[in-house]
Nanobody, 121 residues
Framework: QVQLVESGGGLVQPGGSLRLSCAASGSILSINAMDWYRQAPGKQRELVAGITSGSSTNYADSVKGRFTISRDNAKNTVYLQMNSLKPEDTAVYYC???????????????WGQGTQVTVSS
């Protein structure tokens, strides 16, 4: 079994910064893509940023230039540095990981429990 645990959310003023972390633990052989999603009240969950095992990245247009995704493969951890935060960034942020758990090389998708980010003055 694999668990993803997010941390780093909270309340921040507009223009402020937060750094989210998501650590994967359990029966892990390797991790392929790791992504951050968010879901605001009344809206669908959306992809915020993604990073491959080779550290190629992609971002939603709404966060380009403000958010940076990175990962530490030795720690099975993905980060999301969020700068210049806006009220519209308020949402529950979830991490997702595509994990290979054994030598069959089959990949399984896991989600974290979510962490609340609130941007408000």
């Amino acid at each position: 079994q694999v668990q993803l645990v997010e941390s780093g959310g909270g309340l921040v003023q507009p223009g402020g910064s937060l750094r989210l972390s998501c650590a994967a633990s359990g029966s892990i052989l390797s991790i392929n893509a790791m992504d951050w999603y968010r879901q605001a009240p009344g809206k669908q969950r959306e992809l915020v940023a993604g990073i491959t095992s080779g550290s190629s990245t992609n971002y939603a247009d709404s966060v380009k230039g403000r958010f940076t995704i990175s990962r530490d493969n030795a720690k099975n951890t993905v980060y999301l540095q969020m700068n210049s935060l806006k009220p519209e960034d308020t949402a529950v942020y979830y991490c997702k990981a595509d994990v290979v758990v054994d030598t069959s090389r089959r990949m399984y998708r896991y989600w974290g429990q979510g962490t609340q980010v609130t941007v408000s003055s």
